[in-house]
C-alpha cells in the first residue's frame, strides 16, 4: 500500500492540475485550487500517522504552513470570487506570510543534526547573501522605492522575497547534503524549488505589471502535490538530520555555486555601471563585506580540514608502520624489526668497536600448556612471559618476540660475555615463576642461548643462527639453562652447512638407495611387506646410515626433498615386484609431515608408480602427531587417499595409551629397546602394549628382533608382525623377490 500511495496521490493529482486549467476562471476552478492546495497539508498529516517518520515536528510543521497557505489562498478566493474587490494588502497577505516562518521551522527542524556542521552552513550562507543581494537590487529595492505604493503594501511585498530567500537558504542546505538522496528527499526538494520559482516569477510580474500568468498557479500546485507526495512516500520516514559522515569535498557543482554567489556583487555593480542605473553601492558594499567575511571563514574551515585529514592519514601511516613493526600479542619488536634492530646495533658496534649480546629464548613445555588449557590461556602466558622479560633488561635493551614460542634480547653494548650469561639466568628464573592464567598456575621454562660479537663484523642473521643453535644445544642439553654460542657449536653449524649442501648434491646426483627390510605376519608366518630404509652412498664416505644425515636434513626444508623421492622411489620400486599384496612402509619426518606439500607428494607418488594406495603405509613418530595439530589434519587427509598409517618406536613418545583411540592410525611398531632382555620389565610392557593396541582395534608389529626366544615370547603374547635381522636385514631392491620367498621363519 506504501508504495502505491504517494504514486496515486501524484496521479491523481496531476489530474485534478488538468480539470482546474480546463475550468474557466471563477469561483468552481478556484475552489479545484484550493482542494488541491489542501489535500497536500492533509496528506502530510496523515502520513504522520500512518508512517511516524523520525522527526514527526517537522512533517506536522510543514503542513501547518501549507494549511496556512491553502488559507490564505481561501482569503484570496472569498475576495476574488465574493467580493469581487481586491484590496492592496489584505488577511491573505498575513497568512501567506505567516507560512514562511513555519515552513522555515519545519525544515530547520528536518535537516538539523546534533552536531553543527560549520561548512555546510557557510556554504549556503554564502549562496544565500549573493542571492539576497540579488532579490534586492532586482525585486526588493524598486519595489520599496516605488513611491505609487503606501509604504505598508511596499513593506508587504518585500516581505515575500525575503521569504523567499529564506526558503532557497533551506533549500540549498538542504541539496548541499552529504548522503543518499531518498525519493522523499527529492520530492522535499523539488516541492521548494517550484514555489521559490512560482514567487519569483509573481514578483517579477507584479513589478512589470503583467498578468500573472496560470502558468504560475501549475507552479504552485504542483509544489503543493510534490510536498504533499514527499511525506507519503515510504522513504520519508528515515528522512531526517545531515548526514556529516560523508566526505564534505569541494565538488565542482559546490565550488560552482560558491563561485557564482560571491561572483554577484561585482557582478551586480558591474551591470548597473554598464546601464548606468542608479548605483545602489551600499548594499553592493554591505553584501561585498558579508560575502567576504564568509568566505574567509569558510576557507578557514577547509584548511582545518584539511590539516586534520592529514594528521589521521600521518597517525594511520604511523599506526601502519607500528603494526608491522611489532607482534600483536605481546606488543614487542616481531622477528623483521628485531632483525632490523641487530643490523643497527652490529653497524653502531662496528663503528666503536664495541660488544654486543643476543639471547634467544625458547620456552620449554609452552606447547603442553596450549595443548592442555587452550590457545587463549597460551597467549596469556606469552603477554605475561614479555613483560617479564621486558622487566629484566635495561632501558635501550630490546627484547623481541620471533614468532611461536621464542624470544630475543638485543644488549648493547656489553662489557663481559659473563654479563650476558647472567642476565640469560635471571631470564630463566623470572619465566620459571608460576603464571597464573584462568584461575590456575601454569608452569613452564626456559632454555636459553647466547651469541656475542666482539666487533660487529658479522650480520644480524648470522648472529641470530649462532644464538638459535646455542639454545637449540641448551634444549638437547637438558632445558632450563644457559649455553654459549663457541667453538664448538661453530663447527657444528659449518659441519652441518657441509653436509646440507653434499645432501642436496647426493639428491641431485642419485647417490641416495634405498634398503628393504621385510615385516612378518606372525601369524601366518609370511612376509607382509617391507619397510624402506634410506642409504647414501656419499662419495669418499661409503654406505652412510639415516642417523647420519636424517636429523641434519630435519633442520630445514631439505627433509621434505628427500621424503619425496623416498615416497616416489619405494611405491615404483613395490610395484614392480611380482608379489601384488606385498606393502611398503615409508619413514615421514614430522617436518614433511606438517608441511602443505606431503599430500602431494604422496598423491604424486601414487600416481606415478600406480601401485594401490592399500600397499603403502607411513610411519610417524608419535612426538610429531601429537605436537602439531596440522599433523592430525594431514593425518586424516592422508587416510583418506587409502593408504595406512602406523606409529613408529612406540612407547618412547609420551603418546598414552588411551590417547591412541582418538589418532587417525592403523597400526603401531614398538620401540626395539623395548626388545633388549635387559630392560627391565620389558616383557610385561610389551605385553601391555599389546593387549591395549588390540582393544583399539590397532595392528601390532615388535622391532628389533634378533633373537628366537624374542620370538617365541610375541607369538605367545599374540604380537600380530616382527621385523628385525633374525627375520631379515635390510637389503637392496633387487633382493626383494628373495626376501618375501624366505619368508622362512627361523
Ligand atoms: P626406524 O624407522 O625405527 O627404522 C628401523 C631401524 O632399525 C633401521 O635402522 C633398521 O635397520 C634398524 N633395525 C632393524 N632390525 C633391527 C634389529 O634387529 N636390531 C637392531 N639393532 N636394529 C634393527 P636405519 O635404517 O639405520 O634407520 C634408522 C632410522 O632412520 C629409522 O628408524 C628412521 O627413523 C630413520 N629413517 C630411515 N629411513 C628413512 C627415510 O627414508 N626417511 C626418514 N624420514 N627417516 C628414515
Ligand atoms: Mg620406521
Ligand atoms: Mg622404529
Not at 632454555?447 to 644464538?467: F, I, K, R
Request: aromatic share 6%; with cysteine; proline share 4%.
Amino acid at each position: 500500500m506504501d508504495r502505491r500511495l504517494w504514486r496515486a496521490y501524484l496521479a491523481i493529482g496531476a489530474v485534478a492540475v488538468g480539470g482546474y486549467l480546463l475550468l474557466p476562471t471563477g469561483l468552481p476552478s478556484d475552489l479545484g485550487y484550493l482542494a488541491i492546495g489542501a489535500s497536500s497539508g492533509l496528506a502530510i498529516l496523515f502520513s504522520v500517522r500512518a508512517h511516524r517518520p523520525a522527526r514527526a515536528r517537522a512533517w506536522q510543521l510543514m503542513a501547518g504552513g501549507e494549511l496556512l497557505w491553502v488559507l490564505g489562498d481561501a482569503v484570496d478566493t472569498w475576495y476574488d470570487d465574493v467580493q469581487h474587490s481586491y484590496p492592496a494588502v489584505s488577511a491573505a497577505d498575513v497568512l501567506y506570510l505567516a507560512a514562511y516562518p513555519v515552513l522555515a521551522a519545519g525544515l530547520i527542524l528536518l535537516i538539523r543534526n546534533g552536531r553543527r556542521d560549520w561548512p555546510g552552513l557557510l556554504d549556503s550562507a554564502i549562496v544565500t547573501a549573493g542571492l539576497g543581494l540579488l532579490s534586492w537590487v532586482l525585486v526588493a529595492r524598486p519595489t520599496l522605492l516605488d513611491s505609487t505604493e503606501a509604504v505598508g503594501i511596499r513593506l508587504v511585498e518585500v516581505a515575500y522575497p525575503a521569504g523567499d530567500i529564506l526558503l532557497l537558504a533551506l533549500l540549498i542546505r538542504l541539496v548541499s547534503m552529504p548522503g543518499a538522496r531518498s525519493a522523499a528527499f527529492r520530492l522535499l526538494a523539488a516541492a521548494l524549488a517550484l514555489v521559490i520559482l512560482a514567487d519569483t516569477g509573481y514578483a517579477y510580474a507584479t513589478l512589470h505589471a503583467v498578468d500573472p500568468h496560470r502558468l504560475l498557479d501549475v507552479l504552485w500546485l504542483a509544489s503543493y502535490l510534490a510536498w504533499g507526495a514527499a511525506a507519503l512516500h515510504p522513504s520519508s520516514r528515515s528522512l531526517a538530520g545531515v548526514n556529516l559522515s560523508g566526505a564534505r569535498a569541494f565538488g565542482t557543482l559546490r565550488l560552482i555555486a560558491l563561485t557564482s554567489a560571491t561572483l554577484i556583487a561585482p557582478g551586480t555593480l558591474g551591470v548597473e555601471l554598464a546601464r548606468g542605473t542608479r548605483l545602489d553601492g551600499w548594499a553592493i558594499v554591505g553584501s561585498s563585506i558579508a560575502l567576504f567575511g564568509l568566505v574567509v571563514a569558510r576557507m578557514r574551515l577547509a584548511l582545518a580540514e584539511i590539516a586534520k585529514a592529514n594528521q589521521q592519514k600521518d597517525t594511520l601511516q604511523d599506526e601502519l608502520a607500528y603494526e608491522a613493526a611489532h607482534d600483536y600479542l605481546t606488543r614487542l619488536p616481531n622477528r623483521s624489526q628485531a632483525v632490523r634492530q641487530i643490523e643497527a646495533a652490529l653497524f653502531r658496534a662496528q663503528r666503536a668497536g664495541s660488544m654486543i649480546g643476543l639471547l634467544f629464548i625458547d620456552l620449554d613445555h609452552f606447547k603442553i600448556v596450549n595443548d592442555t588449557f587452550g590457545h587463549r590461556a597460551g597467549d596469556e602466558v606469552l603477554r605475561e612471559v614479555a613483560t617479564r622479560m621486558a622487566a629484566q633488561v635495561r632501558g635501550g635493551d630490546m627484547v623481541a618476540r620471533l614468532g611461536g614460542d621464542e624470544f630475543v634480547v638485543l644488549l648493547e653494548p656489553i662489557d663481559a660475555e659473563s654479563s650476558v650469561v647472567e642476565l640469560g639466568e635471571r631470564i630463566i628464573r623470572a619465566v620459571s615463576a608460576p603464571i597464573a592464567t584462568g584461575g590456575r598456575h601454569v608452569l613452564i621454562g626456559a632454555s636459553v642461548g647466547v651469541a656475542v660479537s666482539l666487533d660487529g663484523g658479522t650480520n644480524a642473521d648470522h648472529l641470530l643462527g649462532e644464538a638459535d643453535a646455542a639454545a637449540y644445544r641448551a634444549k638437547s642439553n637438558g632445558r632450563g639453562r644457559v649455553e654459549v654460542f663457541d667453538g664448538a657449536l661453530r663447527r657444528e653449524l659449518s659441519d652441518r652447512a657441509v653436509l646440507e649442501t653434499a645432501i642436496l648434491t647426493g639428491l641431485r646426483e642419485d647417490e641416495f638407495e634405498l634398503h628393504y627390510q621385510p615385516v612378518v605376519d606372525l601369524e601366518r608366518e609370511q612376509v607382509l611387506g617391507f619397510e624402506a630404509l634410506i642409504r647414501w652412498n656419499r662419495p669418499g664416505f661409503g654406505l652412510v646410515y639415516p642417523d647420519e644425515f636424517i636429523p641434519t636434513a630435519e633442520h630445514s626444508q631439505l627433509i621434505c626433498d628427500l621424503g619425496r623421492w623416498v615416497l616416489a622411489q619405494a611405491t615404483r620400486q613395490l610395484s614392480q615386484a611380482e608379489n601384488r599384496s606385498l606393502t611398503v612402509a615409508v619413514n615421514i619426518s614430522g617436518r614433511h609431515l606438517a608441511s602443505a606439500h606431503v599430500l602431494d607428494d604422496v598423491r604424486a607418488a601414487l600416481t606415478h608408480s600406480g601401485l594401490d594406495p592399500r600397499r603403502l603405509t607411513l610411519e610417524l613418530t608419535e612426538t610429531m602427531i601429537i605436537d602439531d595439530p596440522t599433523a592430525t589434519d594431514h593425518l586424516r587427509a592422508l587416510r583418506d587417499l587409502g593408504v595406512s598409517i602406523s606409529i613408529d618406536d612406540f612407547g618412547t613418545g609420551y603418546t598414552s595409551i588411551s590417547q591412541l583411540r582418538h589418532l587417525p592410525v592403523d597400526s603401531v611398531k614398538i620401540d626395539r629397546s623395548f626388545m633388549a632382555a635387559g630392560a627391565p620389565n620389558a616383557g610385561e610392557l610389551v605385553s601391555l602394549m599389546v593387549n591395549a593396541a588390540h582393544a583399539f582395534g590397532l595392528f601390532v608389529i615388535a622391532e628389533g628382533v634378533e633373537q628366537p626366544a624374542q620370538l617365541t615370547r610375541l607369538r605367545e603374547i599374540g604380537c600380530d608382525g616382527a621385523q628385525g635381522y633374525l627375520l631379515g636385514r635390510p637389503l637392496p631392491a633387487q633382493a626383494i623377490p628373495a626376501l618375501a620367498e624366505t619368508a622362512a621363519l627361523r
